[in-house]
């Protein structure tokens, strides 16, 4: 089981160590499985590093995290329905949608030779403060992608899930300039027919052609932290079951 920041904190004072270094990301995934709805399920990522203590004693730690739902298409289950049920902004992407179905101008775009059967829907991605700019968010969610869904379409709302009503317009710009440059690093694209809103179908060679670059570029990622930086640390959200 991977340790928390705060206990690695703990961990390396008490043998006397003013930093560490992290490496090796991983993705462990958690189903959640709050919907009452066959089509639905919310999933959990963790994201963590291994660290090196000493030469013989290595572990791995919790640095990041995201939370994202998998809807089957063409059953019983309206999607609108589906995305009401969960937190963050889901539901403000039931305009992409027609009933059970992708909506016909979102399919026009992602035209390939076969359905689409589910979609992947992200909501809120998380990186510890020390370990930010080096690309493991957008390799998260771009692994996310990989390894949840074989055959779909992704589809994201590129605003921020803040806790302010009415954030200045500045802070706001400027974190959906941010968040819109993260989802295109996984290969995301606008969708035509809604700017709003951002996707990409698996049928095509974006998603896959982003996740090797974004996997070059955290293969042999190593970043040392100082302890007074991991003190200071945001803790990741964890699964709410």
């Known amino acids: ?74 059953t019983d289950d309206p999607i609108a329905v589906c995305l ?36 992947l829907v992200p909501n809120v991605a998380f990186v510890v403060e020390p370990l930010r700019s080096h690309r493991l968010g957008a390799w998260l969610l771009a692994e996310t992608i990989y390894r949840m869904l074989p055959s779909g379409t992704v589809l994201a709302w590129p605003y921020p899930v803040g806790d302010t009503d009415n954030p200045p317009i500045d802070a706001l710009d400027d974190a959906i300039t941010r968040l819109s440059h993260h989802f295109r690093q996984c290969g995301l694209e606008r969708i035509e027919s809604a700017p709003w809103a951002l996707g990409m179908s698996t049928a095509f060679t974006h998603l896959d052609n982003a996740r090797t670059e974004l996997d070059e570029a955290v293969r042999d990622l190593s970043v040392t932290i100082p302890l007074a930086a991991l ?11």
């Open 1 to 74: 089981m991977a340790m928390s920041l705060n206990d690695l904190a703990d961990l390396l004072q008490r043998r006397g160590h003013d930093s560490v270094s992290l490496f090796f990301p991983q993705v462990r995934f958690h189903s959640v499985n709050t919907s009452d709805l066959d089509a639905c399920m919310d999933w959990f990522a963790e994201l963590t590093m291994t660290v090196g203590i000493d030469d013989d004693d290595v572990a791995d730690v919790v640095v990041g995290s995201l939370d994202f739902v998998v809807i089957r298409l063409d």
């Open 231 to 241: 003190r200071e640390a945001s803790t990741p959200p964890t699964a709410e079951r």
């Open 84 to 119: 009401d049920q969960f937190s963050g902004d889901h539901e403000m992407l039931a305009g992409l949608f027609d009933g059970n179905r992708l909506a016909a101008h979102v399919e026009e775009q992602f035209e390939s030779w076969s359905a689409p059967g589910a979609v």
